[in-house]
T-cell receptor, first 116, second 115 residues
Framework: GAGVSQTPSNKVTEKGKYVELRCDPI?????LYWYRQSLGQGPEFLIY????????DSGLPNDRFFAVRPEGSVSTLKIQRTERGDSAVYLC??????????????FGPGTRLTVL | AQSVAQPEDQVNVAEGNPLTVKCTYS??????LFWYVQYPNRGLQFLLK??????LVKGSYGFEAEFNKSQTSFHLKKPSALVSDSALYFC?????????????FGTGTKLQVIP
């Protein structure tokens, strides 16, 4: 079946620009997560959605970062006034809730963001 | 603050030999522990998890991990390594902190299985 998909796979932008990164989770997965992975590091948690609402956004580094999931399926991570330090691979993951918060996550291939 | 440590950046093992990839954690409350694998140019894939119960957890591709509460460890093991096991392995811990469910990943360990 279809896994988690992310678009675009690569995004190059200039410092100060606005970018949107899209995640399509596995159908039926109510939980959705965004992570950021820098070279040589593990994924860094950004935000977690349960349905349409952000259950935990404590990982967002500052107010330039925002994410939405208006219909409880597709999510968009939005970064305003991009900085060179935002360059990383942005990962999306989804999981089935089913009453447990500890089901495994299924990851997408990531979007590689490069800010020049 | 919760944390995960993977003390080895790289582990080399000969094909057919047993392998261990180490993970220790620090968390308040009950830990929920996971191992994921990342193959080149592919997304992270779930291997196994410990939630509660038996301390020895069996997962995909013949991998297993042992939860040791006293040593706060969750080492990944396999009795006989395959060349195809060569990849990047991440340990992760999930716990409730201040009402939030925090997820923290380690920095990863590169496993190289030598033919």
């Amino acid at each position: 079946g279809a896994g988690v998909s992310q678009t675009p796979s690569n995004k190059v932008t200039e410092k100060g620009k606005y970018v949107e990164l899209r995640c399509d989770p596995i159908s039926g997965h109510t939980a959705l997560y965004w992570y950021r992975q820098s070279l040589g590091q593990g994924p860094e948690f950004l935000i977690y959605f349960q349905g349409t609402g952000a259950a935990d956004d404590s990982g967002l580094p500052n107010d330039r970062f925002f994410a939405v999931r208006p219909e409880g399926s597709v999510s968009t991570l939005k970064i305003q006034r991009t900085e060179r330090g935002d360059s990383a691979v942005y990962l999306c993951a989804s999981s089935f809730y089913g009453g447990s918060s500890y089901n495994e996550q299924f990851f997408g291939p990531g979007t590689r963001l490069t800010v020049l | 603050a919760q944390s995960v440590a993977q003390p080895e950046d790289q582990v080399n093992v000969a094909e057919g030999n047993p392998l261990t990839v180490k993970c220790t954690y620090s968390v308040s409350g009950n830990p929920y522990l996971f191992w994921y694998v990342q193959y080149p140019n592919r997304g992270l894939q779930f291997l196994l998890k410990y939630i509660t119960g038996d301390n020895l957890v069996k997962g995909s591709y013949g991998f297993e991990a042992e939860f040791n509460k006293s040593q706060t460890s969750f080492h990944l093991k396999k009795p006989s390594a395959l060349v195809s096991d060569s990849a990047l392995y991440f340990c992760a811990v999930r716990a409730v902190v201040g009402g939030y469910q925090k997820v923290t990943f380690g920095t990863g360990t590169k496993l190289q299985v030598i033919p």
